[in-house]
């Protein structure tokens, strides 16, 4: 009984990540933008709303704080959850999305920008080039490993297919930054900020629903001679 009654709390628990989203969502698309006077979403990053010389900083670091740690609450689960389950390139890519979370809310936390745009500083140059670079190759990687385990077994299909999803709106909003005009600057960025942090919403379903569901339904099936064997 005790066991059950704390999976289900696991399960619940898995909606943290959807919660975060939204609320994250909000966040950036509403409420810090009204601190902001003249913030115009289209063409401003929003590393601008948090940037130490911004009028929303404040309001948007109290806000994301609380954001962030249903997030990391929900990937931490999934670590935990997908142990001895799925295989070992779905349980890594997990993993490493974990590491990509942590690092996400740490770095830009401790080094935001100094001004809105590029002051050039070395804090801007960590924010920009560090950070920012150890968030890209986590996020590819992360997504890359959890495709590469998912299309290996088909029950494990539909979360490489959300992978490969996330991977490809990421790719097209990072290359739309270099592309696109600078007045849509802020469009192709959150394309590819919200494409990653996104599949948070996928691992906490996932974790509401229970991966080892999951596997019971496709022996279900297999057991009744509508999948081929090895599937």
Known sequence: MGYINSRRLENWLGLLGVASFIFNLLIVSCISPRAYPGYDWLRQAISDLFAQNAPSRELYTRLTSI????????????????????????????????????????????????????????????????????????????LVVIMVGGYRHRKYRSIAVFATISLCCMMVGSIGLGVVPKAYFGVMERLSVFSGSGFVVVLGCYVFVGFDLIERKHETVSANGLLPDGA
């Open 67 to 142: 954001s962030s740690i249903g997030s990391i609450v929900c990937v931490t689960l999934a670590c935990l959850y997908v142990r001895n389950r799925l295989n070992r390139p779905l349980r890594v890519g997990i993993y490493l999305f974990a590491v990509l979370s942590w690092v996400n809310t740490m770095g830009y936390s401790l080094f935001p920008l100094t001004e809105s745009g590029y002051a050039g500083t070395i804090q801007d140059f960590i924010h920009t080039f560090v950070v920012t670079a150890a968030v890209v190759i986590l996020s590819i990687s992360s």
